[in-house]
């Protein structure tokens, strides 16, 4: 994957507004011979000014390759958008090239501006780790991305990180890409026995975020700083780490035979128990599906309630390295539910990816998971998210109104 970075103006709304514009660039080899190129843009202000989003709302975003023909003249070949969800991007763009012009010379331009990079279809895709074929066929293997650690303590970091781990791979997930800043998480992970073993498997890879040079206009001294410095903004719906994470992993993944799934890290597939691998959601409870969007399921810690313990600290307390995932027994009491899903899919059959729902391609098949009754028998579901309602400083006052709804979250765990 090539990452190359441009600046010039766009128009946002009635103006006309000088960005810079980072392109990640990939490009996979197909049978025939010819190539599938994907892009993903994402744009920032130079300098942002008080009151600004972070990234404007550009009213178009052309991509363009330009080859030379045999006349010495250039001729484009527009990449494609691949569906809009959020306006500010990041944008996704794909193009066939023949491979009759896959060998040339490519220009990749934006709009009409005068700088343009040289690309070399055939020598990008030799840089994907797998090979410069396009993988289309056999089974799936899974992948999570996790964007937004919001524990400033990298020790406990770790540990979440573990257990969320050790309880996915049970699953039947293959790999983590975790997108982190600066190098204390990466070393807390390296020095956690757990995630140590993780690493050194494979199963647990890094990208930086300072590579990918996301600015730091989102990141507070502190969390709640940063959500409420999103929060004092018309599009604080707009979280550029996410969203700039969750589909940098698409593109990764693009073309590789993988599934990706979009969580927090206080946010857990869960499974009854006849479909405990994640491959069975898809070949056995919704097949033929493409992208499966499952509802959440808000869950506390049943022990901490008799306590004055954060569920944060009783983690901490009660976490073990020889079984990483047996913490998550105690967090077991149903407290409603969230219509709001998170997603797992083919990163081949979707286009944008936003914070919940990725833009689902013409042609794909998507399976909504829906839960908001407080009597649905969660045994009988085949697949949902548990999202881990509390653990970050929340503490439950509704308790007492709720019924005495629990569940495990995977059988295995008992």
């Not at 405990?276 to 869950?299: K, L, Q």
């Not at 407080?374 to 709720?402: P, S, W, Y």
């Amino acid at each position: 994957m090539a990452q190359l970075n441009y600046h010039g103006p766009v128009t946002s709304g009635r103006e006309a507004v000088l960005i810079i514009l980072h392109i990640l660039f990939k490009a996979k080899r197909q049978t025939d011979g010819s190539y599938l190129v994907r892009t993903v843009a994402y744009a920032e202000r130079p300098a942002l000014q008080e009151g600004q989003d972070f990234a404007p709302v550009p009213s178009k975003l052309n991509i363009t390759l330009q080859h030379e023909d045999q006349k010495g003249v250039w001729q484009p070949l527009q990449l494609s958008n691949l569906g809009v969800l959020q306006h500010q991007g990041p944008f996704i763009h794909e193009a066939n090239i023949p491979e009759a012009l896959a060998a040339r010379d490519f220009r990749l331009r934006v709009l009409d501006w005068p700088i343009y990079y040289t690309v070399r279809v055939p020598d990008i895709a030799k840089q994907n780790p797998s090979g410069p074929m396009l993988n289309d066929h056999g089974p799936f293997r899974n992948a999570i991305v996790i964007g937004d650690i919001h524990i400033t303590n990298v020790t406990l970091a770790a540990q979440v990180i573990a257990t969320h781990m050790a309880h996915h791979l049970a699953l039947g997930f293959h790999l983590y890409l975790l997108y982190a800043r600066g190098a204390e998480l990466i070393k807390a992970l390296q020095a956690n026995m757990v995630t140590a073993a993780f690493i050194a498997d494979g199963m647990l890879q890094f990208v930086s975020l300072d590579a990918l040079q996301v600015p730091l206009y989102d990141d507070g001294s502190s969390y709640e700083e940063m959500i409420k410095h999103r929060h004092d903004r018309s599009s604080s719906a707009y979280d550029s780490i996410k969203l700039i994470a969750y589909n940098h992993a698409s593109l990764a993944l693009w073309g590789e035979r993988f599934r990706l799934a979009v969580l927090d890290i206080d946010e857990m597939w869960s499974s009854q128990k006849a479909f405990t691998s994640v491959n069975s959601w898809f070949d056995r409870c919704f097949p033929g599906s493409d992208v499966i969007r499952a509802s959440r399921v808000n869950m506390i810690c049943d022990v901490c309630m008799q306590t004055d313990v954060s569920e944060l600290h009783y983690f901490q307390q009660n976490w073990q390295a020889a079984d990483p995932s047996k913490v998550l027994q105690s967090f077991s009491r149903v407290m409603g539910f969230n219509k709001d899903p998170k997603s797992i899919f083919d990163p081949a059959k979707i286009g944008q990816v936003w914070l919940h729902a990725p833009f689902v391609l013409s042609g794909s098949v998507s399976t909504d998971v829906l839960i908001a009754d407080a009597a649905t028998d969660l045994a009988q579901e085949c697949a949902f998210v548990v999202h881990l309602r509390d653990l970050f400083g929340k503490r439950t006052q509704d308790a007492a109104i709720m019924p005495d709804k629990y569940h495990q979250l995977v059988h295995r765990h008992n």
